[in-house]
Nanobody, 111 residues
Framework: VQIVESGGGLVQPGGSLRLSCAAS????????MSWYRQAPGKERELVAR????????NYADSVKGRFTISRDNVKNTGYLQMNSLKPEDTAVYYC?????WGQGTQVTVSS
């Protein structure tokens, strides 16, 4: 069972990144997928969640209208498209599938 996030990096305010969540070793399509983030000194927070079939999506108020969660159950991969990034979006972003967590990917928004 493995979940691997990628796509993080350093971006300027107003920029965009797309995070990917690649899963293997289990049936990806059976699980709700979520993205969480944790900034230094802050509690981990739920950013976005998508149902197993991709039809139900929820977002934290802080990212609504800027982030889009999606998934491709054929490719066993999920995504988080992040636009209009702000410095306060800086955090380690984690993908979860059910109770399984990835190792996280760092996103830094800074000029």
């Amino acid at each position: 069972v493995q979940i691997v996030e990628s796509g993080g990096g350093l971006v300027q305010p107003g920029g965009s990144l797309r995070l990917s969540c690649a899963a293997s070793g289990f049936t990806f399509s059976m699980y709700v997928m979520s993205w969480y983030r944790q900034a230094p000194g802050k509690e981990r927070e739920l950013v976005a969640r998508i149902g197993s079939a991709g039809g139900s999506k929820n977002y934290a108020d802080s990212v609504k209208g800027r982030f889009t969660i999606s998934r491709d159950n054929v490719k066993n991969t999920g995504y988080l498209q992040m636009n209009s990034l702000k410095p306060e979006d800086t955090a380690v972003y984690y993908c979860t599938l059910g109770t399984k967590w990835g190792q996280g990917t760092q996103v830094t928004v800074s000029s």
